[in-house]
T-cell receptor
Framework: SQQGEEDPQALSIQEGENATMNCSYK?????LQWYRQNSGRGLVHLIL?????REKHSGRLRVTLDTSKKSSSLLITASRAADTASYFC????????????FGKGTKLSVIP | EAQVTQNPRYLITVTGKKLTVTCSQN?????MSWYRQDPGLGLRQIYY???????DKGDVPEGYKVSRKEKRNFPLILESPSPNQTSLYFC???????????FGPGTRLTVT
């Protein structure tokens, strides 16, 4: 399986702090995406990084990709209580493939 | 409003009683997919469809059927549900030219 693995499984921080989540995967990918899931609800796409990119920003989100280490990180700066959710990385791989393989997620708790 | 809808949202049933979970999207997306989410296992793909009348197995297809007779609909069928199919199910859709998957709100299924 191409499944990514997030690290840590759970993270608890104070409001205003930065949160960093990591994702590792097994083989070459086309792109890597991060999704957010509020408790028991559908996933929402946050950001995509292509295999030829090393860093992307979107608002308070910063994503890095290291294809040599087969890893990615998601940084949320100046966290807010509303950022409390589970975060999943998902990899798309294979020529002409449209399938996403999801990791098991990092559960982030931001304490007000 | 662009959205993916699923029905029912909650379902409790008994072993062996056939059921169908409906999924519909209004974005004219070609790609649709079903996932199940279980604690500690993340999201796993059950079936996907690249277009009308084109379906294929994901990682965990056993015990499930799908059909894609219309572009907007992608029902998930459990012919003879068993307790190990108790899970949270998500439908998702995506345009073939895009990357982001749009998720439905989820269907929580309990099989007793």
């Amino acid at each position: 399986s191409q499944q990514g693995e997030e690290d840590p499984q759970a993270l608890s921080i104070q409001e205003g702090e930065n949160a960093t989540m990591n994702c590792s995967y097994k083989t070459s990918i086309n792109n890597l995406q991060w999704y957010r899931q509020n408790s028991g609800r559908g996933l929402v796409h946050l950001i995509l990084i292509r295999s030829n990119e090393r860093e992307k920003h979107s608002g308070r989100l910063r994503v890095t990709l290291d294809t040599s280490k087969k890893s990615s990180s998601l940084l949320i700066t100046a966290s807010r209580a509303a950022d409390t959710a589970s975060y999943f990385c998902a990899t798309e791989y294979g020529a002409g493939s449209y399938q996403l393989t999801f990791g098991k997620g990092t559960k982030l708790s931001v304490i007000p | 409003e662009a959205q993916v809808t699923q029905n029912p949202r909650y379902l409790i049933t008994v072993t062996g009683k056939k059921l169908t979970v409906t999924c519909s999207q209004n974005m004219n997306h070609e790609y649709m997919s079903w996932y199940r989410q279980d604690p500690g296992l993340g999201l796993r793909q059950i079936y996907y469809s690249m277009n009308v009348e084109v379906t294929d197995k994901g990682d965990v297809p056993e015990g499930y059927k799908v059909s894609r007779k219309e572009k907007r609909n992608f029902p998930l069928i459990l012919e003879s549900p068993s307790p190990n199919q108790t899970s949270l199910y998500f439908c998702a859709s995506k345009a073939l030219g895009g990357y982001e998957q749009y998720f439905g709100p989820g269907t929580r299924l309990t099989v007793t």
